[in-house]
């Protein structure tokens, strides 16, 4: 019973807010202030930013291959990700002709912040993001595409800032609380209980300083006129696709759109959709940003 007061207390409350950190090293001779993704050809310069919480996060601008780009789009990765996961999707935009900008989130890869917060701080980080592009490009067309974690603070970033043209959510959820309960069975041998997640959920609030009852990107989702084209495979037993469905019905915006990714899982939707669902990206992105 004490091993069980224990998890519940002192375990269990920092299994969401306390991500694993994946590092890639980047060679030595390649920092510089422009750099180049030797696996895929990429060239880009580093960005650092210092949050007004003093949190100092790190990213890359990575530059079009074309010879004009006046479209950059932010990519978020999900829990315990890092930016050089998003490297194969910048390197598609690359050759289509549009900037991206890669980055930690807080708590991830080489960006500071002990706590991962699921959009309450994340969706402010990002918008300093989006002042990086617009100093370097003010007439940058700015677009937003997030994976799992990453949909979520996207689509949370998207309702606060009128700047971000469009979005791309890729398997996300729409409140966190049902969320959690889902990740939660898998600590609790399959079993999905309502009120230990609840109270485990405010114990992980009450440590990052931040109320997860706030976390709702369905609300956000409610407020978002933009084009945003939601991607969910119908296999993904880490988050039910019908959590994302819920964020697309919300959205009042004429020019959504939906794909289900047949066959695909939580962490293969790229893979499982192949050239296919890339052309339908590309075929949106070209859309809203004209």
Not at 31 to 40: A, G, H, R, V
Not at 156 to 172: C, L, W
Not at 204 to 217: C, L
Request: net charge neutral.
């Amino acid at each position: 019973m004490i091993s069980v007061l224990i998890a519940i207390n002192h375990i269990l409350p920092y299994a969401g807010i306390l991500p694993r950190r994946l590092v890639v090293q980047t060679p030595v001779e390649q920092l510089e202030s422009k750099i180049l993704f030797k696996d895929y050809n990429l060239l880009a310069k580093s960005l650092q930013i210092k949050t007004t919480d003093n949190v100092l996060l790190k990213g890359y601008f990575t530059y079009a291959t074309t010879d004009t780009a006046n479209t950059t789009i932010i990519l978020l990765h999900g829990i315990g990700n890092c930016k050089e996961n998003q490297l194969g999707k910048a390197k598609m935009l690359a050759d289509a002709g549009y900037n991206s900008v890669v980055l930690d989130l807080r708590a991830h890869g080489e960006s500071g912040g002990k706590y991962c917060t699921f959009g309450y701080y994340e969706k402010e980080d990002v918008k300093l993001f989006v002042n990086e592009i617009v100093k370097i490009n003010q007439n940058s067309t700015v677009g937003i595409w997030g994976n799992s974690l990453g949909g979520a603070i996207a689509l949370q970033t998207m309702a606060m800032d009128d700047r971000i043209g469009f979005g791309i959510i890729e398997s996300t959820f729409d409140e966190f609380n049902k969320v959690a309960l889902e990740y939660g069975a898998d600590y609790l041998l399959g079993y999905k209980i309502k009120w230990l997640t609840n109270y485990v959920l405010n114990k992980s609030g009450a440590i990052a300083h931040f109320n997860p009852n706030d976390i709702k990107p369905v609300v956000a989702a409610k407020s978002i006129t933009k084009p945003v084209l939601f991607i969910h495979g119908d296999a993904d037993h880490k988050i039910p696709i019908e959590f994302n469905r819920n964020n697309y019905n919300a959205v009042p915006s004429n020019q959504k759109e939906w794909i289900t990714v047949k066959g695909a899982g939580h962490h293969n939707v790229g893979a499982v959709g192949g050239e296919a669902l890339n052309d339908a990206i590309l075929k949106f992105v070209v859309q809203p940003s004209g």
